[in-house]
């Protein structure tokens, strides 16, 4: 089953689109976005109703900001790791600490901005177990993997040719870094190293981050190596 790969940038976030049988969608994007969504979905030629599934890498409140209104646009199952279920369904905006000089800066002025924001509750259909879920069903030669460390349900899309989409499990640029690299937020540092080493068994060759553009793995293995 081949699969073609489509960024649509929704806010801060790098969100994709998975097209395959059918068609699935990563994270949900930054709040108020659905127009940047139906724009890209425009240019790609792709109605909206084609969209199966989407899944939320993790829950913090730029990647959960559009889900609700997603999910009214294309009609599509919401799926997201078991332990981050009641965030999503109870509109709650959660953050993880600064694990870097720069990441506790930078939280300083994004736990600023974050009580203006408003993010709807959104009904969750498929709750991901650690066992992880498969993506055959959807026409998509992949599977979902339960990757903890930045939030403790952080998942990532790992296709069978290679392509990893981690969320926030990897950051790319600035205002975040200043290159490929770990993130600078993480509840749990030490877990998101080991959830990299287990990327790394499944046979990544190519990072997709939330932040940032596409890089090969070769930069994370750098980072552990250095760890």
Not at 27 to 50: E, H, V, Y
Not at 58 to 70: E, F, K, Y
Not at 93 to 117: C, D, E, N, Q
Not at 139 to 153: L, N
């Amino acid at each position: 089953m081949s699969v073609t790969i489509h960024p649509i940038s929704l806010g801060v976030d790098n969100c994709y689109l998975l097209a395959g049988g059918k068609c699935v969608f990563i994270d949900g994007g930054a709040p108020k976005q659905s127009r940047a969504f139906l724009n890209g979905m425009a240019a790609l030629g792709i109605a909206p109703s084609k969209i199966a599934l989407v899944i939320l890498t993790h829950t913090h409140w730029d990647h959960i900001g559009s889900a609700h209104a997603l999910i009214e646009l294309t009609g599509a199952q919401l799926a997201v790791h078991r332990s981050e279920r009641a965030i999503v369904e109870r509109g709650l905006k959660s953050m993880p600490p600064g694990v870097t000089p720069w990441g506790a800066v930078l939280g300083v002025i994004l736990r600023a901005y974050v009580p203006f924001i408003a993010i709807p509750p959104t009904r969750v259909d498929i709750e991901i177990g650690d066992e992880g879920l498969s993506l055959a069903p959807y026409g998509v030669s992949g599977s979902v993997v339960h990757t903890p460390g930045h939030s403790p349900g952080s998942v990532s899309i790992v296709l069978d040719s290679g392509e990893a989409f981690v969320g926030d499990m990897a950051m790319n640029g600035f205002p975040l870094t200043r290159g490929p690299g770990l993130p600078v937020f993480a509840e749990d540092l030490g877990m998101v190293q080991e959830s990299w080493r287990k990327l790394l068994k499944l046979g990544v060759t190519t990072v997709f981050p939330a932040h940032g553009r596409p890089f090969p793995v070769s930069a994370i293995e750098r980072r552990l190596t250095a760890a």
